[in-house]
């Protein structure tokens, strides 16, 4: 009987007060990564949260587009599906929101982040700010 292993994927620093503050948020949180399910096992726990849905890149993963838009852009703008949504991720560029802005017809918030750096208090104030527009417009709109 062979024993099969997943090789552990990239070292990455978390803080495990964050999994608390992105449950606070309100938001219906999933995974946007190129780990997809495996964030479930690496980070989840770390981080407090529960298992959670994941964006299945398929064959546009780690694909480089010719138009410089990310490859995680068209799937996630397809994904969301109309619904308001934020993305936080530290290789977004204005090539992105332009397309989201063109593609998608909900609410939405791009965050950059700095991978050097990581999420920090005023990433979350912006995150708070995004989700109170949206329950500000659906109670008033």
């Known amino acids: 009987m ?5 090789p552990r994927p990239l070292r990455v620093w978390l803080n495990p007060d964050h999994g608390r503050i992105l449950l606070q948020l309100g938001f219906e949180l999933c995974w946007a990564t190129t780990w997809m399910d495996d964030a479930n096992r690496w980070i989840a726990p770390v981080l407090g ?5 994941y964006v299945d890149f398929g064959d546009a993963l780690l694909q480089e587009r010719p138009d410089g838009i990310h490859w995680k852009t ?3 703008v397809d994904y969301a599906g109309g619904r308001p949504f934020a993305w936080v991720d530290d290789e977004l560029s204005e090539r ?3 397309y989201v802005t063109a593609h998608h017809q909900g609410p939405v918030l791009l965050h950059h982040v700095n991978p050097r750096i990581g999420l920090r208090e005023n990433d979350f104030h912006a995150l708070a700010d995004h989700a109170r527009s ?5 109670t008033t709109g």
């Open 2 to 6: 062979g024993l099969s292993f997943r």
């Open 49 to 53: 949260l529960p298992e959670l849905p």
């Open 74 to 76: 068209g799937p996630l």
């Open 96 to 98: 992105d929101q332009t």
């Open 134 to 138: 949206l329950n500000t417009s659906h």
